[in-house]
């Protein structure tokens, strides 16, 4: 496979442009900046000889009522030879919200370069990917190489929050642009210490809101108190029995449906690179839930939990209030992983908090809604197309990658595999250091360089799998 001809300057410089646009999904007066985002992505594939398309996949309504377009999702195609296989790529170039008084050391919208790394908003989730990718094919087209392997993209502006439009256009356009696709590549996660890895796995998440309301208005705690059963006190108490103080979760049900720990599983997780010291010295904390890497890792990537996220309607401005909140909503989320079910988990959760809030005997009243049922994806990690990256890696880092799952959602893999029936492989550059979604995200000049390299190298490989 070709080396990078594609000097690192040109790679930063596009970076940077790409950095400076504010493609902010969850600001809708940033809108336009998004548009721009989409229209600079499809003019780049353009430029490098992609067949490109803008589907547009309509509108998002606000919560005032009314309704935005959604930024267009990009498509291109590089080659059509049908006696090679497809591969498509996923990536997305919205951002999180960044400001520069949230913490950052620099401008979040301008790319700086220190020590090596590239620091700016969407650095590593999930721009510096998108163009390592892109920058894959205009290796090949600058060498004059043909492409091992057909190569499609589909880019999304909306996967910050929550992807809108992209599940319809995808059932939309199963038997056109998916048709001939063999393999579906995404880049959009991080390795979980130096050494790389591929994913083969991600939990899903329910989400809930648990809504306890008593009187028709707040009251006053002088006046009142001690004559009412009060709302926060039953919505504490309830809460308090989704999880133990060890971690157990005490939902019927919920436990018993986790697929079993096999001995091979255990092994896998035993192998991987992980310092459970410098985790717990990132985070701040001096215990965690596990003192050993297995039982930690597969608390965080294989079992679910419980997270108690906040409470609407409390008093929680700085200061004294003597109130009685009159109505008080908790949200809570519960991490899914193989074999639980949303679906199962609504009527387990349901059904259990009601039964405790009857032991309450209070008049107040339970309403408990799911408003997120996000499914978890698991690939097998001995299929040809992770051995292809395994190639790949060893060809590039000359290292054998660790194989690990990841804690969070990332809900389109699991859409592409029920839609499209295609095997998935997640394939990360980024650094377990980036600082996705948080102050100061990066990626390394490294990374971002050697990323590319490993993409082109992943290629070949795939261009060389058997044929099944």
Known sequence: SPSSCHSCSD??????????VESDSSDVTKRSDLHRMMDMTAEKLRLIGGSVEM?????????????IALPKVVTARFGEDPSKRTVCVYGHVDVQPAKKEDGWATDP???TDIDGNLYGRGASDNKAPVLAWIHTVEVYKALNIDLPVNVKFIIEGMEETGSNGLDDMIVA??????????????????WLSKRPALTYGTRGNCYFFAEVEGPKKDLHSGVYGGTVMEPMTDLIGILDKLISPSGKILIPGIREAVAHLSDEEWKM????????????????LSQLMYSNKVDLLAHRWRHPTVSIHGIEGAFSSPGTKTVIPAKVIAKFSIR????????????????????????RKSPNKLNVTMVIGAKPWLADPKHPLYEAGKAAVKRVFAVEPDLIREGGTIPIARSFQDVTGKSIIMLPIGGFDDGLHSQNEKISRYNYMEGTKL????LHEVSQMEKH
């Not at 356009?173 to 991080?190: A, L, T």
């Open 55 to 67: 589907v547009d996949v309509g509108t998002q309504t606000l919560p005032n009522g009314s309704s």
């Open 11 to 20: 790679s930063v410089q596009t970076l940077r442009q790409w950095i400076a």
């Open 109 to 111: 919208y301008e790319l």
């Open 269 to 284: 997780y035993q192998d991987i690179e992980f310092d459970l010291e410098s985790y717990k010295r990132e985070i701040g």
């Open 173 to 190: 356009q199963k038997d056109s642009f998916f048709s001939d696709v063999d393999y579906i590549i995404i880049s959009d996660c991080v």
């Open 336 to 359: 899914q992983v193989p074999n639980m079910d949303p679906a199962m988990v609504e009527k387990q959760v349901t059904d259990y908090l009601h039964s405790v809030f009857a032991k």
């Open 455 to 458: 993409f082109i190298a992943f």
